[in-house]
């Protein structure tokens, strides 16, 4: 069996199990915030059962609409509040204390190799970069799973991407995804799980290999996941208890195994309105942007923040431009101050928030205005995602929003990556 | 379950974004968020909808983020049941949990014209479209998710499952 066949036959007390079977599997974490999790109350209510199934399983994150920006979301907040208290909820992590859901749960220790977490946001595929078995579902599953502890999964099957090589930077692990999607399609891997494997994923850091599995849901997967290495191992072990990481046997299989040379990858971008609208760097230089935006739970991470502030410590954001900086997380936030990174970012002209979403899903902070472009680190660019129906957004990794907030067009981070 | 309503058809990748952009998600009344079904494409969806429809669409239906208010948004637009070639897997299963029914069959997009009459009997497996007088055999819906289907979602199948025990 491979790493996911393996973690669902686990879960669901099976010896073996493969592709296509359904299984109903026992759940180890769940997560909800506070645009999905207010529905997901709702309808637990509604369900009829008093208590959760397990207080400790379930972590509930303010991130998306924080802090509240109208009186309605500043009530989803006090559903939230309340529903953690009158269960006895004390993964309960409120504005300031954790950040983005994705970022929070991995680096809290809720993400452990071999166990099975659901989470009521798409980009919870995003804890497969620990070896965990990560999935989104919708709000009325998740009151499912608070009431039983369980959920019904079909086994997917596995698509293996076998990355050959060494990223040169500043190209990194968003180019690679980028360009895995822009050649799979963005229903490539639906149904199916998408293993990143390979040494340029065992030389990626965990940062990089958490902004890997993040958009593997962008293009269908049901999940990313990455075999988790002594790398995994010391990362997991600095944040929680005891846990055992499952393997993928020897002879494991796979739907259809996928090989990659990354050594001359260049920088990519997802052009609108599609994520798999992906071009090298070079084809769309000297476009004219006017916001750029470094965050959300694709790549708000110390790592995303470190390239940024190489390109702008000797460099001024572009004056037709905005830059907004979004750390993921508090912890980030913290270690950003701590390495100098904030500050020179602000001097460097960027706006920087706290933990959130930010920009990304055009609810709240920096949404964009009709015939506006912005270049984003963030995960889609479909049409209206950011704000207006008429503007347009392009995905790319941090160091080319970074380049091209300086230049005012999308630039080749490459000119400007100093030592 | 036999569905019936007219064509509305829409293309391939029909994102959640589409379906309901990103600022109505502080809303969770079905009503509200009814008004503002399939915004991203057509904002006179709603109103083209009333009479009740079955959506037919291409590739990748509902692909995007895993809001459960984008299915809700549209079955309260009175949207009776969706057709796709394929679906998004975190849309499917939302729409099933709502009790919004949702079938795959990849050969019907391209023949249905936009109005046409259809009846779609999910238990036989069948979609018809009286308009055309045509119809096209369909794989039956899996049975517990018919079930939910038949109990109204996943939240009526389970207190009918609680009481029962």
Redesign the interface.
């Known amino acids: 069996m491979n790493l996911v066949e393996k973690i669902l036959a686990k879960a669901s007390g099976k010896k073996e199990v493969a592709p296509g079977e359904i299984v109903d599997a026992n759940i180890d974490r769940a997560m909800i915030h506070d645009?999905?999790g207010?529905?997901t109350i709702?309808?637990f209510k509604?369900?009829?059962?008093e208590r959760v199934w397990d207080p400790e399983k379930i972590v509930m994150i303010l991130d998306?609409?924080v802090p509240a920006d109208?009186v309605?979301?500043a009530e989803?907040h006090v559903t939230m509040r309340t529903f953690a208290r009158e269960q006895g909820i004390r993964n309960f992590y409120e504005i300031g204390k954790g950040g983005i859901c994705h970022q929070v749960m991995p680096e809290k220790g809720y993400v452990l190799p071999g166990e099975v977490i659901v989470g009521?946001?798409?980009h919870?595929c995003t804890y497969g970069a620990l070896g965990a078995f990560a999935t989104?579902?919708?709000?009325?599953?998740m009151?499912?799973v608070f009431?039983?502890g369980k959920l019904w999964f079909k086994v997917p099957q596995t698509l293996n991407f076998v990355a050959q090589g060494r990223l040169k930077q500043p190209t990194s692990a968003k180019d690679l995804i980028l360009h895995i999607i822009g050649q799979v399609g963005?229903?490539g891997a639906?149904?199916k799980a998408a293993k990143f494997s390979g040494p340029a994923i065992t030389r990626m850091s965990i940062d990089g290999r958490l902004t890997m599995c993040n958009m593997a849901v962008e293009m269908?997967a049901?999940t990313g996941i990455i075999e988790p290495d002594a790398q995994t191992i010391r990362y997991v072990s600095a944040r929680t208890k005891k846990f055992t990481p499952l393997k993928s046997d020897p002879d494991a299989e796979y739907e259809k195994t996928f090989e990659l040379d990354v050594n001359e990858l260049e920088p990519q971008v997802a052009c609108p309105p599609?994520v798999d609208n992906v071009k090298p760097v070079s084809e769309i230089e000297g476009l004219e942007i006017n916001q750029a935006f470094i965050g959300s739970c694709t790549n708000g991470r110390l790592e995303d923040l470190r390239a940024a502030s190489r390109i702008l410590k000797k460099n001024k954001v572009h004056p037709n431009v905005r830059l907004i900086v979004i750390p993921a997380s508090q912890e980030i936030y913290q270690a950003a101050l701590r390495e100098g990174i904030i500050e020179i970012l602000a001097k460097a002209g960027a706006y920087i928030s706290n933990a959130s979403c930010g920009p990304c899903?055009?609810?709240h902070l920096g949404?964009l205005a009709p015939f506006e472009t912005c270049i984003s680190t963030s995960n889609?660019n479909?049409?209206?995602?950011m704000g207006s129906?008429k503007a347009s957004v392009y995905l790319a990794s941090p160091a080319t929003v970074a380049a091209s907030a300086v230049a005012g067009k999308v630039t080749d981070p490459r000119t400007m990556w100093r030592s | 379950m036999i569905i019936t309503g007219n064509a509305v058809k829409v293309g391939d990748h029909i994102n959640t974004d589409l379906i309901l952009p990103g600022k109505y998600l502080v809303f969770i009344e079905p009503e509200e968020l009814a008004k503002h079904a399939l915004e991203g494409l057509d904002p006179r969806f709603p109103e083209k909808a009333r009479g009740g429809v079955v959506l037919i669409a291409g590739k990748n239906f509902g692909c995007g983020s895993s809001r459960e208010q984008a299915p809700i948004a549209l079955k309260h637009a009175n949207v009776k049941c969706i057709v796709a070639d394929s679906f998004a897997r975190i849309f499917y299963r939302n729409a099933i949990n709502i009790g919004l029914p949702v079938v795959e069959c990849k050969e019907i997009a391209d023949k249905v014209n936009e109005g046409d009459q259809l009846v779609v009997d999910l238990a036989e497996g069948v979609i018809k479209d009286l308009t055309l007088n045509q119809s096209w055999q369909i794989k039956p819906v899996p049975k517990f998710l018919l079930e939910i289907l038949t109990a109204g979602g996943l939240v009526e199948y389970l207190k009918k499952r609680i009481k029962s025990k």
Request: proline share 4%; hydrophobic share 35%; no cysteine.
């Open positions: 645009l999905t207010p529905l709702e309808m509604k369900i009829g059962v998306h609409q109208t309605k979301s989803l009521a946001d798409s919870t989104g579902i919708g709000s009325t599953e009151a499912a009431a039983t963005v229903d639906t149904y269908g049901k599609s899903l055009g609810g949404v889609r479909f049409i209206g995602r129906p």
